[in-house]
């Protein structure tokens, strides 16, 4: 049972390429999401999605822009990237257990952006 | 909106000494209270979570009560071991709501 797979682990872009984060789950969830994880910042939340052929944005969505085609994938692709976009990304998906939504997270990427 | 705030770090131990982190939360429903763990290099793990006032969430060794009068959630263990080492995050989500806001996180490391 493999998770939550991200792709790629490590990605040096210039500023303005683009560029997309592919991320798929192999456990039926239907939720799914992209945070960023700055130092000393903690977790926001960029994209997420109830299911196939929905998303929505979260706290920090600019610069972003994601779909949800399947259950199972969950790209994030970055247009025109900038320094700022330098983070580690992080996809999850969840389920409900005892009335909570329980994330399950990917291995993350570290996109470094020059 | 739906806010955590920890304790900031990082934090230095020696092995078997008695950890505490505290956080502290701010919500305009009933959330669920979560501890996640970050190892060196890996995604965020599922520590322990409580659904509701007074629950108890436990794990490897951790615990953490959901204390509604004092808005909190601090966990604690015991006694630490080397392996211990690693970031923490307190998290909540709101009453219905399947997304999750975390805290600035917590760098823990324990020397032998």
């Known amino acids: 049972n493999a998770g939550v797979t991200q792709t790629p682990k490590f990605r040096i872009l210039k500023i303005g390429q683009s560029m997309t984060l592919q991320c798929t789950q192999d456990?039926?969830?239907?939720?799914m999401y992209w945070y960023r994880q700055d130092p000393g910042m903690g977790l926001k939340l960029i994209y997420y999605?109830?299911?196939?052929?929905?998303?929505d944005k979260g706290e920090v969505p600019n610069g972003y822009n994601v779909s949800r085609s399947t259950t199972e994938d969950f790209p994030l692709r970055l247009e025109l990237a900038a320094p700022s976009q330098t983070s580690v990304y992080f996809c999850?998906?969840?389920?409900?257990?005892?009335?909570?939504?329980?994330?399950?997270f990917g291995a993350g990427s570290r996109l470094t952006v020059l | 909106g739906d806010s955590v705030t920890q304790m900031e770090g990082p934090v230095t131990l020696s092995e078997e000494a008695f950890l505490t982190i505290n956080c502290t939360y701010t919500a305009t429903g009933y959330p669920s209270l979560f501890w996640y763990v970050q190892y060196p290099g890996e995604g965020l793990q599922l520590l322990l979570k409580?659904?509701?006032?007074?629950d108890k969430g436990s794990n490897k060794g951790f615990e953490a009560t959901y204390r509604k009068e004092t808005t909190s959630f601090h966990l604690e263990k015991g006694s630490v071991q080397v392996s211990d080492s690693a970031v923490y995050f307190c998290?909540?989500?709101?009453?219905?709501?399947?997304?999750?806001?975390f805290g600035a996180g917590t760098t823990v490391t324990v020397r032998a």
């Open positions: 999850a998906s969840s389920f409900r257990e005892s009335g909570a939504n329980v994330l399950t």
């Open positions: 998290a909540l989500s709101d009453l219905g709501d399947y997304k999750l806001s």
């Open positions: 409580a659904t509701k006032a007074d």
């Open positions: 999605s109830v299911g196939a052929g929905i998303t």
């Open positions: 456990m039926n969830h239907n939720y």
